[in-house]
């Protein structure tokens, strides 16, 4: 973590800006990356381990900057599922009143300039589901690199 966390920290700054959103961002990929270290084999470098898809039910999380946006896309191999079906929840209800889940694809739903969902499948693999998610960078606050 260490070794890791300030380039990872400084990354994730420089898209999205200072505050408590990096700090929350950097601390989940790393809490992920503990939860799964010990299916690390040191068959190759830890960053290439961090960034592989594993069949066993982890997810796969890879963001870029493509034309001004940061596009983030998830891909898991848990049985076919279409997130963009669901419908949203009901949030006028009282929260004793409401279903449990629902309100992370609702945020991302609502602030994400664009959201798509596709199974991956025939390429002699088992079928993957992949969500992608952009938002344009026109409003982030820019910093200097630390």
């Not at 949203?88 to 449990?100: G, V, Y």
């Not at 945020?107 to 798509?116: C, E, G, I, L, S």
Request: hydrophobic share 35%; glycine share 8%.
């Amino acid at each position: 973590m260490q070794t890791h966390q300030h380039r990872l920290y400084r990354f994730i700054v420089k898209h999205i800006g200072w505050g408590t959103d990096a700090e929350e961002i950097t601390q989940q990929a790393f809490v992920e990356a503990a939860q799964s270290y010990a299916s690390f084999r040191g068959a190759s470098e830890l960053s290439t381990w961090l960034y592989h898809e594993d069949p066993s039910g982890t997810v796969l999380v890879e963001a870029r900057i493509v034309r001004g946006a940061i596009c983030v896309s998830l891909t898991d191999s848990a049985p076919p599922f279409n997130p963009l079906l669901v419908p949203e929840p009901d949030t006028t209800l009282a929260l004793e009143e409401r279903q449990i889940g629902g309100l992370g694809l609702l945020f991302v739903r609502r602030t994400a300039d664009r959201v798509k969902y596709r199974l991956l499948d025939g390429d002699g693999r088992p079928p993957r589901n992949q969500v992608c998610f952009s938002k344009r960078l026109h409003g982030a606050v820019q910093h200097p690199r630390p």
